[in-house]
């Protein structure tokens, strides 16, 4: 059984956030990181991961033939990416403009709105859509298929076990005393018109 230790470590909340240095890094830059965020308790940091250089770093365009390092870092309290990167850059004595520090979520939703920067050369204007044939999701093909898969479907009931099967009873128990089978043969007969009553002869009563 886990302690409760256990437990605490297993519910901890870290915050991760990407670094990226635009330029030729310190040599030991993943310590001036460590070092730097020091006050919000640095669970990890990678040793960076490094991109050729290229004429045009699509996070830096002010920059011009530079290359990229990314490193990955793991804090235990929260903080805004501004101070982290305002952080790094005084430790590093590198310019801010060089620094970049999203959380996993900002990068994320960068990504998707710069997904399609990319030109590819293709005027949408004008251009017809893909020819493509639905009928097997519409019309009378669709509902053919949906009534054989309907039908090849099987609903049989499951049986739902759990830890008092053993004490219950297989069956209903069922009450054998008197009392209630009296009470089950009065329930069988109506109150109207179930029984003939009798009525008074008048020759005798006078």
């Known amino acids: 059984m886990k302690s ?8 901890k909340t870290v915050y991760e956030f990407k670094v990226k240095v635009a330029g030729q890094c310190p040599k030991d830059m993943a310590g ?3 070092s730097a965020l020091a006050p919000y308790k640095v669970e990890s940091c990678s040793s960076g991961k490094g991109t050729p250089i290229q004429e045009t770093q699509e996070e830096f365009p002010s920059l011009k033939h530079v290359e990229l390092t990314v490193f990955d870092v793991t804090t235990s309290y929260p903080a805004t990416s501004l101070q982290l990167q305002s952080l790094i850059a005084e430790c590093a004595k590198l310019p801010t403009a060089n620094i970049i520090v999203r959380t996993v979520a900002e990068q994320e939703e960068y990504n998707i709105n710069h997904a399609h920067d990319v030109k590819s050369g293709k005027a949408l204007l004008g251009t017809d859509y893909e020819k493509s044939n639905n009928q097997d999701m519409v019309g009378e093909k669709h509902m053919m298929n949906f009534l054989k898969e309907l039908h090849s479907t099987k609903h049989e009931g499951e049986a739902v076990t759990g830890y008092n099967d053993e004490l219950l009873a297989k ?4 009450d054998k005393s008197p009392a209630a089978g009296k009470a089950a043969k009065s329930g069988t007969t109506s109150a109207i ?8 002869d008048p020759m005798k009563d006078y």
Do not use: N, Q, R, T
């Open 193 to 200: 018109g179930s029984k003939k009553i009798k009525l008074p």
């Open 32 to 34: 001036h990181i460590k």
């Open 4 to 11: 409760f230790k256990d437990y605490l470590i297993e519910s």
């Open 171 to 174: 069956k209903a128990p069922v």
